[in-house]
């Protein structure tokens, strides 16, 4: 194979991967904006593509979310970060991981109710949210061990069970909108309700 055809092959592979990009970000941008079941029509015109050569990056629909949610969960790693973990007293320990639970949703933002409309039809997605569910679920254990500690193993179970049922997407997505609570207030019932949990 000769240098011209390497530099060919390599233009393809960045042409192709440049374009997965744009349909990736297309529908990212779609979902944001609160269409979290878009078509494959509707994704190739936003990304200025005909829906045939769409299937040519993606194996169908999906294929392109379960790329789409691998993009989102690599995106929001910092967001996964506890201030501080482990450290500090309860409450700094408290305010630290209900700061980064927020800050996570934020993240997540439209792309978590896609995430989960998709899941129970496609197996990549459902996946990788029990994957996240489960990292989340550690990170309770690990951050407040010191607090766990303290407790018998039944109350330890059930304060590990309520810190992360209080902090779920899910959760705090009701709070918000069904409730009709701003981020602060959500953070005020977090903060309460987790420390309760703990002691």
Known sequence: MTIVDDVAIDGRSARRERNRRE????????IREGVIDASAAEVAA?????????FR?????NDLYSEVCAVQFSRIQPSAVIAGFAHGTTREKVAAF???RIALHRAIDRVGAA????AHRNPVIAKQLLE????LRTQIEQHFATELAKLETSARRAAVATVDLCTTYESIEMLLGEH?????????????????ALT
């Open 132 to 135: 996240a569910r489960k990292l």
């Open 98 to 100: 209900v700061d980064q």
């Open 23 to 30: 349909i990736v970000d297309a529908l990212l941008e779609m």
């Open 180 to 196: 009709r609570m701003s981020y602060p207030h959500v953070r005020q019932i977090l903060e309460i309700a987790i420390t309760k």
């Open 57 to 61: 990056y993606f194996d169908d629909v």
């Open 46 to 54: 936003r990304a200025g593509l005909s829906e045939r050569s769409l």
């Open 115 to 118: 995430a989960r409309a998709h």
